[in-house]
C-alpha cells in the first residue's frame, strides 16, 4: 500500500476509540481527526501523512493514535515534550489493542507521575 492510500479512520473505529475512552474516563472526552508525519519504516527518509487521533485527558495528558495502513495503528502519549510514552510496541494490526494498551499505560505512568511529584 502507498502512502497516498491510508485510509481515514471508519465510522467503526472512531466509535471503538470512543467506547474505550469512556470506559477509561468515565465520560465522553472530545477526540480531534488530525494528521500526524511518521517514518513508516525506519529506513524512511520521508515521513509520510497519516490520520489520526488527539485528545487530552483532564491532567493534560496528551495522546496521538496514527493510522499508518489499512488495519496498522501507532500511538504514544505525552504531558510534555521531556515526558513522552509510547506502548514499546512499533504497530498493532488491531485498533481496540492499541487503544487498551495505550490507556493502561498512560495509567501506570501518570501513577507512577503523581506519586514522584507528590515525593518532591
Same mark, same amino acid.
Given at each position: ?11 467503526? +473505529? $472512531?466509535?471503538?476509540?470512543? %467506547?474505550?475512552?469512556? @470506559?477509561?474516563?468515565? &465520560?465522553?472526552?472530545? /477526540? ?13 527518509? +520521508? $515521513?509520510?501523512?497519516?490520520? %489520526?487521533?488527539?485528545? @487530552?485527558?483532564?491532567? &493534560?495528558?496528551?495522546? /496521538? ?56
Amino acid at each position: 500500500m502507498s502512502p497516498a492510500e491510508i485510509p481515514d479512520f471508519t465510522e467503526s +473505529e $472512531l466509535r471503538l476509540v470512543d %467506547a474505550a475512552l469512556r @470506559e477509561r474516563f468515565g &465520560r465522553s472526552v472530545e /477526540v480531534q481527526e488530525v494528521e500526524t508525519e511518521i517514518r513508516l519504516h525506519p529506513a524512511d527518509r +520521508e $515521513l509520510t501523512a497519516c490520520p %489520526a487521533l488527539y485528545w @487530552e485527558d483532564v491532567d &493534560r495528558c496528551r495522546f /496521538v493514535l496514527s493510522k499508518t495502513g489499512e488495519n496498522t495503528f501507532r500511538s504514544m502519549f505525552f504531558w510534555s515534550v521531556k515526558d513522552r510514552f509510547a506502548t514499546g510496541k512499533e504497530e498493532y494490526d488491531n485498533l481496540g489493542d492499541c487503544v487498551v494498551t495505550t490507556l493502561k499505560m498512560q495509567e501506570e505512568a501518570a501513577r507512577r507521575r503523581a506519586e514522584e511529584l507528590g515525593a518532591g
